[in-house]
């Protein structure tokens, strides 16, 4: 069965340090990938989204994801984190023709201290 | 003008009885979903249903049973509470089944059963 793991489970950061959270999927087919969010208080929101083209996708508020096929890597950046940045966030793999269902990650808790 | 609302946010109920969220949305989406968010933040897909009809139904007890009266509402009734019911629980909706469209998720109902 497909799995997708974010291996930070709580990452912790200082104001204008540079972020970048892990997520690697068992899957060998083609796929879809994502990057949801949720802020405290708040519903998962969509952040970006690759499915094919630029292995490198910009989302919004500044974060971008890259997607490495040879490693199942779909991992998430952003050059200087702010205190708003502290959420949630979730990756997701949708394996194309399957299902036709998302599997995300465990999340990986991001604290940006100010 | 919630796009996707979920009533109640917290039902804290005792073991044995039966309970119902319900979920709405306002978007016009044809696919609707259930989520299951565990207390280790795994996020796992329970129902989808497309113009009213099922189209994913993943192994959880036959306790929950999803409704669908229209499009614009998944209902999910669960029988005979159990403990291990106690979790956080999404409704999503998209435009089109399928990974590759973006979800859209209410605010969640956190169940605890007693």
């Known amino acids: 069965a497909q799995s997708v793991s974010q291996h930070n489970h709580h990452v912790i950061l200082s104001e204008a340090a540079s972020l970048e959270l892990g997520c690697n999927y068992s899957?060998?087919?083609?796929?879809?990938l994502f990057w949801y969010v949720q802020y405290p208080g708040q519903h998962l929101q969509l952040l970006l989204k690759y499915f094919s083209g630029d292995p490198l996708v910009k989302g919004i508020k500044g974060f971008e994801a890259e997607f490495i096929k040879s490693k199942f890597s779909f991992n998430l950046r952003k050059p200087s984190v702010q205190w708003s940045d502290t959420a949630e966030y979730f990756c997701a793999v949708d394996p194309r023709g399957s299902a036709r269902q998302l599997t995300f990650g465990s999340g990986t808790q991001l604290t940006v201290l100010p | 003008d919630t796009a996707v609302s979920q009533t109640p946010k917290y039902l804290v109920t005792q073991m044995g009885n039966d309970k119902s969220i319900k979920c709405e949305q306002n978007?016009?989406?044809?696919?609707m979903y259930w989520y299951k968010q565990d207390s280790k933040k795994f996020l796992k897909i329970m129902f989808s249903y497309n113009n009213k009809e099922l189209i994913i139904n993943e192994t959880v007890p036959n306790r929950f049973s999803p409704k669908s009266p229209d499009k614009a509402h998944l209902n999910l009734h669960i029988n005979s509470l159990e403990l291990g019911d106690s979790a956080v629980y999404f409704c999503?909706?998209?435009?089109?089944?399928?990974?590759?469209?973006?979800?859209?998720f209410g605010p969640g109902t956190r169940l605890t059963v007693l």
């Open positions: 899957y060998g087919g083609t796929v879809n």
């Open positions: 999503a909706s998209s435009q089109g089944a399928g990974g590759r469209n973006e979800q859209f």
């Open positions: 978007l016009g989406h044809d696919t």
